[in-house]
T-cell receptor
Framework: AQSVSQHNHHVILSEAASLELGCNYS??????LFWYVQYPGQHLQLLLK??????LVKGIKGFEAEFIKSKFSFNLRKPSVQWSDTAEYFC????????????FGGGTRLMVKP | EPEVTQTPSHQVTQMGQEVILRCVPI?????FYWYRQILGQKVEFLVS????????KSEIFDDQFSVERPDGSNFTLKIRSTKLEDSAMYFC????????????FGSGTRLTVV
């Protein structure tokens, strides 16, 4: 079945630590990939997206993600996290094999300790 | 920046009552969606709407649910007879593939069924 997997459910880091959140998908065909962030009590906000071209995409707030097609992965990274990055992070995929539907991973809850 | 607007932000209803959640998508978008997020769980797709009809729906979207675009601006989700397990955050999103494919989400309606 087509799915989006985020293997880290909870991550706790200290400020200035580096972050990498994993995302794997099982869709075939052409994919568009996204990372969304949900700060406590707020709605989903787009961090970054990949459609084509350079597989290393840069988003807002110093986040970046790398699309590795051979690994069906789109991991999110940030070299140095801040307390304000505490949030839940969702990977999401649109595949041309699955209509126009955005499918989310289960989310990773990040807590950054000051 | 254009926004997707949802009202109300919080609705409390008694089990068995009907609720209507309202959304105003971005004006030039053509695809509209409802997602829900039960507390502590992943964001789940409910339904997509295009050209004044449902284009896809999930297993969650049973006969108790319906969507409508009653005029040129509003997009509503109706739950006919609410159940306790309908308690969740409901997100509306709109999408215009020509603008790069990312969905814009509203701030959500927190539905509490008591």
């Amino acid at each position: 079945a087509q799915s989006v997997s985020q293997h880290n459910h909870h991550v706790i880091l200290s400020e200035a630590a580096s972050l990498e959140l994993g995302c794997n998908y099982s869709y075939g065909g052409t994919v568009n990939l996204f990372w969304y962030v949900q700060y406590p009590g707020q709605h989903l906000q787009l961090l970054l997206k990949y459609f084509s071209g350079d597989p290393l995409v840069k988003g807002i707030k110093g986040f970046e993600a790398e699309f590795i097609k051979s690994k069906f992965s789109f991991n999110l990274r940030k070299p140095s996290v801040q307390w304000s990055d505490t949030a839940e992070y969702f990977c999401a995929v649109i595949s041309n094999n699955a209509g126009n539907m955005l499918t989310f991973g289960g989310g990773t809850r990040l807590m950054v300790k000051p | 920046e254009p926004e997707v607007t949802q009202t109300p932000s919080h609705q409390v209803t008694q089990m068995g009552q009907e609720v209507i959640l309202r959304c105003v998508p971005i004006s030039n978008h053509l695809y509209f969606y409802w997602y829900r997020q039960i507390l502590g769980q992943k964001v789940e797709f409910l339904v997509s709407f295009y050209n004044n009809e449902i284009s896809e729906k999930s297993e969650i979207f049973d006969d108790q649910f319906s969507v409508e675009r009653p005029d040129g601006s509003n997009f509503t989700l109706k739950i006919r007879s609410t159940k306790l397990e309908d308690s969740a955050m409901y997100f509306c999103a709109s999408h215009m593939p020509a603008t790069g494919g990312s969905y814009t989400f509203g701030s959500g309606t927190r539905l509490t069924v008591v």
